[in-house]
Nanobody, 115 residues
């Protein structure tokens, strides 16, 4: 069974850092696009960062210069390094990936930034 499992969320003070991980497991033949989304209470889920198979990245304007998306192709793991965190970054963070030609979501990990 193919699945994505996130880890690394938690509570941090404003200005702090967290690193999220998303591990893909199961029988995987192909991984293409991978991304991080987030959903704050009462808001729609939004794209935070995206990385292509070739390693090209793009970011939401609100996180540019603070967040870095990366991946380890050997470990089938996606990362999100989050620096200079702000209270408005508080949300449940989800990874999304196209595995074996289908899209999958992780279960989500809570990130809470206190002021």
């Amino acid at each position: 069974q193919v699945q994505l499992v996130e880890s690394g969320g938690g509570l941090v003070q404003a200005g702090g850092s967290l690193r999220l991980s998303c591990a893909a497991s199961g029988t995987i033949f192909s991984i293409s696009t991978m991304a991080w989304y987030r959903q704050a209470p009462g808001k729609q889920r939004e794209l935070v960062a995206h990385i292509t198979t070739g390693g090209s990245t793009n970011y939401a304007d609100s996180v540019k210069g603070r967040f870095t998306i990366s991946k380890d192709n050997v470990k089938n793991t996606l990362y999100l390094q989050m620096n200079s965190l702000k209270p408005e970054d508080t949300a449940v963070y989800y990874c999304n990936a196209r595995l074996n030609w289908s899209y999958y979501w992780g279960q989500g990990t809570q990130v809470t930034v206190s002021s």
